[in-house]
């Protein structure tokens, strides 16, 4: 069974930073793009940075500048979160497109980190 685990949150003030990580665990064969996701309060969940397997790296217009993401190998990636803001308050997801030992191609994510930006 494929598993998507994240790390890293916790509540940080204004301006400050955190990096999250996610890893991955199981009969894996490939992992092609890992994406991070953010749920707010009350809101839907959206898309906030997205690195393929050849590291091209593409953000939402609100944390560019801010976030950086990366592969720490084939299998585990991190995003990097300065200079954060109130509005970056939100559970964090991570979500992969994984090719399985046996062959099947899945969407996987993992359960969510909460991040909390408050003085």
Known sequence: QVQLVESGGGL????????????????????????WYRQPPGKQREFVASITR????????????????SRVDAWNMVIQMN????????????????????????????QGTQVTVSS
């Open 83 to 110: 200079s954060l803001k109130p509005e970056d308050t939100a559970v964090y997801y991570c979500n992969a497109d994984v090719r399985s030992a046996g062959g099947g191609l899945y969407g996987i994510w993992g």
């Open 54 to 69: 050849g590291g091209s790296s593409n953000y939402v217009d609100s944390v560019k500048g801010r976030f950086t993401i």
């Open 12 to 35: 940080v003030q204004p301006g400050g930073s955190l990096r999250l990580s996610c890893a991955t665990s199981g009969s894996i064969s490939t992992i092609y793009t890992m994406r």
